[in-house]
């Protein structure tokens, strides 16, 4: 029995994405159920030779041409069908309806993305906009998640992508974001900070953002609040970081 084999039935098996360790922790634990020779060599492997045999089923899915792939995400590797098959699978789940972001929606996470960890304030200050809907929406489709607070007057929060953002995307890490570097460095206009020494109401997003009557994802800003109308997103144009 060769290990190539052993991870694939592995990979298929299981209901999530699988890690590397996961595999060799998998390879070592069958000791506890068999003691033949086939087990105790696999069981004696590394995390870099089954990496390597990974890399390998990968590379002869790809040259067979097969209809699904071997892919590593975030969370590990799992098999996937291919895109363009997509219209065809999708008959089978008719419940499961793909995750539609919004243009505004859109523009706000690529912000986040890119000058994570960020306060809702200086979100707004690339935007032009309130983004109150916005980011409720993206917190509760599990995007976004509170990362704490900033060290400043006021202890704003601050946020940042999830797991299931990197899994959404096909990500790996962050640095597969498109241009990471050059859009990093681009210099982004930011929230005036406070004057310090002054009293400070807690921001609105003290809160919790998913408690209470929930935010139309589109509503406008209030009036008094001296920002502009958001304008109707082109969704035919990239989201700008």
Not at 160 to 181: A, C, K, S, W, Y
Request: hydrophobic residues 40%.
């Amino acid at each position: 029995m060769l290990l190539k084999e052993v991870i694939e039935a592995l990979v298929f098996a299981s209901q999530k994405p699988l890690s590397t360790k996961e595999i060799v922790s998998a390879l070592r634990t069958a000791l506890n159920d068999s003691d033949e020779e086939p087990v105790r060599a696999l069981a004696k492997l590394k995390d870099a030779e089954v990496s390597a045999f990974l890399e390998q089923l990968r590379f002869e899915y790809e040259q067979e041409n097969r209809v699904f792939a071997l892919v590593e995400q975030v969370g590990g590797w799992s098999l996937v069908t291919k895109p363009d098959y997509a219209v065809w699978v999708r008959q089978l789940y008719p419940e499961s309806k793909p995750t539609r972001l919004s243009g505004p929606a859109l523009e706000t996470l690529a912000i986040i993305a890119y000058r994570q960890p960020v306060t809702r304030a200086d979100i707004e200050a690339v935007r032009g906009v309130a983004v109150d809907g916005v980011m409720q929406s993206l917190l509760e489709r599990g995007l976004v998640r509170i990362a704490g607070r900033a060290e400043v007057p006021g202890r704003p929060l601050l946020y940042e992508t999830t797991q299931n953002f990197m899994e959404h995307f096909g990500l790996r890490t962050l640095e597969e974001l498109p241009n990471v570097d050059e859009l990093r460095r681009a210099k982004l206009p930011t929230a005036t900070p406070p004057i310090t020494g002054e009293l400070f109401p807690p921001a609105a997003d003290e809160a919790s953002p998913v408690s209470g009557s929930p935010v139309p994802e589109d509503a406008a800003p209030a009036a008094d609040a001296g920002l502009p109308t958001e304008a109707e997103p082109d969704l035919n144009s990239e989201p700008c970081p």
